[in-house]
T-cell receptor
């Protein structure tokens, strides 16, 4: 079974600064998806960024980028130019691909609470 | 596109009572997922449907839990004989299989259950 570990329960960053959230995972599969989801207080979870394991290039979405290290099974999220609206719980998640015949469920880590200080 | 909706948003019940939650996915989405999130934890998978067929159930889904998706539209999650350990946020998500974006699950706001 796949597992996802987020070792930082809480992180804080100054507005306009950069912060990196860590995630490691364990799997025996060779192809899969990795995601970062954001869950603002009392609001629904939204997808921030995704990475396909077969792609060597790290995904970027505006101020959000990932550092995907497949051999190390590491998937960190970097938030540049942090804004007050970035404050939220961030969850790292894993999903098998169809080609693996695996489950479509998302396997989540425990989350990292990000505080942005003005 | 009104997003995934869930009803009720909050439910307080006494131990031993039955509760039912409803999820309305994004209208054209054929896959629907249920997750449970307890305080300080990430969401845990419970079950998912493709259209009306329930394709996978987690071992977390005890005999007291049942989910349905009649006609492949909305879904209900029922918990019978609730226990205090059932207190959690129940999240619903949907996705559209067969498109380039089928990996993305769109989440609803959740139903927070408190069992007293």
């Amino acid at each position: 079974a796949q597992t996802v570990t987020q070792s930082q329960p809480e992180m804080s960053v100054q507005e306009a600064e950069t912060v990196t959230l860590s995630c490691t995972y364990d799997t025996s599969e060779s192809d899969y998806y990795l995601f970062w989801y954001k869950q603002p207080p009392s609001r629904q979870m939204i997808l921030v960024i995704r990475q396909e394991a077969y792609k060597q290039q790290n995904a970027t979405e505006n101020r959000f980028s990932v550092n995907f290290q497949k051999a190390a099974k590491s998937f960190s999220l970097k938030i540049s130019d942090s804004q007050l609206g970035d404050a939220a719980m961030y969850f790292c998640a894993y999903r098998s691909t169809y080609t693996q015949g695996g489950s479509e469920k998302l396997v989540f880590g425990k989350g990292t609470k990000l505080t942005v200080n003005p | 596109d009104t997003g995934v909706s869930q009803d009720p948003r909050h439910k307080i019940t006494k131990r031993g009572q039955n509760v039912t939650f409803r999820c309305d996915p994004i209208s054209e989405h054929n896959r629907l997922y249920w997750y449970r999130q307890t305080l300080g934890q990430g969401p845990e998978f419970l079950t998912y449907f493709q259209n009306e067929a329930q394709l996978e159930k987690s071992r977390l889904l005890s005999d007291r839990f049942s989910a349905e998706r009649p006609k492949g539209s909305f879904s209900t999650l029922e918990i019978q004989r609730t226990e205090q350990g059932d207190s959690a946020m129940y999240l619903c998500a949907s996705s559209l299989k067969g498109t380039v974006l089928s990996y993305e699950q769109y989440f609803g706001p959740g139903t927070r259950l408190t069992v007293t």
